[in-house]
């Protein structure tokens, strides 16, 4: 077997969670190229039938299912649906997110906590336990969350406690659940990305002091682009990661270096 057919994967079944725009539609985009069929998901169906349209181009089966992670019965629809349409789950990718960041500590109020940690942590859960139940039954899978740089480092100048909270708990998810099922052949595993340049992000990015600030602070001198993800995606949902497990992926141009 050549080195890169390892990289290869089709006749796969992918699914990937706030693949409408942003880091969840490149990583989306990347496993479809890399050869699998893509089920989408987002709370956005007019955003998710663009990334559907995308990755059907590429000659790819891709399922639309317009679902709210945070709805628990939702997220187990999006797991059969995928699976009554074809047949199987081998790759789950749950990055579906809000930012969550700006407010002090001090004014966060009890709607906004837990708004942030239904969305960032709590839907993780879910979503990854729905995705492990059918890999259960299959005996194997590769499950990946996105965590981030933030649940390893305080950003600087961005006021970020419950966003910072919520991704340290991914971290940790992500390690006690690869623990877990890896007797039943269930990698999991996490990217942290740094600051990358998405929809979510662009406000950052419109303040030029704080853009100047990040920069900086980045020794590769520069925010990341989504399609840098591409490889770390498919590397991790592919065979040539098979003996890892529990491992946190960070791809951050530095930043946690310093």
Not at 26 to 53: F, H, Q, Y
Not at 113 to 141: H, I, P, Y
Not at 215 to 239: D, K, Q, Y
Request: charged fraction near 20%; hydrophobic fraction near 45%; proline fraction near 3%.
């Amino acid at each position: 077997m050549g080195i890169l057919s390892l990289f290869n994967l089709e006749g796969k079944i992918a699914m990937v969670t706030g693949a409408g725009s942003g880091l969840g539609r490149a990583m989306a985009l990347a496993l479809g190229e890399a050869g699998a069929d893509v089920s989408v998901v987002d709370i956005n169906a007019e955003a998710l039938r663009k990334t559907a349209s995308e990755i059907e181009k590429m000659n790819r089966s891709s399922l639309v299912i317009e679902t709210d992670v945070t709805n628990i019965g939702d997220v187990n629809r999006m797991v059969e649906r995928t699976v009554e349409v074809f047949g199987k789950m081998d790759i789950a990718v749950n990055n579906a997110g809000i930012s969550g960041g700006g407010i002090p500590a001090e004014e966060i109020d009890e709607e906004v906590w837990k708004k942030v940690m239904d969305v960032n942590l709590t839907s993780v859960f879910w979503c990854a336990r729905a995705e492990g139940r059918q890999m259960m039954k299959q005996q194997r899978g590769k499950i990946i969350n996105t965590a981030s740089m933030s649940g390893f480092i305080v950003n600087k100048s961005i006021p970020a406690t419950s966003y910072c909270t919520a991704k340290g708990g991914i971290v940790m998810m992500t390690k006690a659940l690869a623990t877990e099922w890896a007797k039943f052949h269930i990698n999991v595993n996490a990217i942290a990305p740094g600051y990358f340049r998405t929809p979510l992000t662009q406000k950052l990015w419109e303040n030029p002091d704080t853009y100047k600030e990040m920069v900086e602070m980045t020794p590769m001198g520069r925010i990341g682009e989504p399609p840098e993800l591409a490889g770390t995606v498919v590397f991790l949902a592919s065979e040539a990661s098979n003996y890892i497990t529990g491992h946190i992926l960070v791809i951050d141009g530095g930043y946690t270096l310093w």
